[in-house]
């Protein structure tokens, strides 16, 4: 049984932390989110979400403009993107309650790495993995179209706890909200496999101006999806992380039965905010260099969406 006094804390609660703090919000758990530009709007109306599987959702939640003001948070859910980790970190270790677990819901490899050294020796930190289509429609307003599941993986903490408990019992809260979430053993393994899918999508909806649904109905562009997959793969296989067989077919399926979706980089792009691009590309492509191994159309892609994010920030 999980605890419903449990308090939970959204660090960017834009549509990956908006989407699941509701959840739990919505099933009674003491949920606090912390946003920026958004504040005023959700302090006044509240968070709403659109959402295919779950319905019309809309509550009134405890909104904060700052870290300094919420209470101490047993759980903190980083929503906001990894480019952001450097300013975050401070806010988390604010809003942490003593032993705190920190779960970032964020994309790409490294993300753990950076972050750790910034947070306190006792304070608990985990990797949570989206699996969701889900975007920001308008301020405070969020839209669900399909799947939703997120699993934990633990990362680092004080000596002496097990990893695995801890693991599960976040795993539990998400399941007491409805949330399908599981735990998993190695959160390095599952970063590359969302790699799989991260890759190849994120980075051709910016270069093609391309849906998820129409890269896979080109027959060129769903091989170049696929080639991309593969080369995930190889790069994952060098660094020691033997990812399921089958596997890029397996997500092609499940590309292909999604509604119509924009990736969150694209969103990025049309928005001129930075791209995730160290995490998504640049760690991985180092990583299985330094394991001997070159990827070289994920290196194009990086060097494309580099040149793209340059040109945005520029502008």
Partial sequence: MVSRTTRIGIIGSGAIGGFYGLMLARAGFDVHFLLRSEYAVVQKDGLSIDSALHGALHMKVQAYASAGDMPPCDWLLVGAKATSNAELAPLLVQAAAPGARVVLLQNGLGVEEQLRPALRD???????????????????VIRHQALGAINLGYHSGPDGVDAGVIAAEGAGLFRAAGVDSQPMDDVGQARWQKLVWNVPYNGLSVLLQASTKALMSDPGSRELVRALMHEVVIGAQACGQVLPQGYVEHLLRVTDQMPEYWPSMYHDHVHRRPLELQAIYAEPLARARQAGCHLPRIESLYQALTFIDRRNRAD
Avoid: E, K, S, T
Wanted: aromatic share 6%.
């Fill in 122 to 140: 006792d304070m608990h930190l985990l990797g949570g993995l989206c699996f969701i289509c889900v975007n920001r429609q308008a301020p405070g």
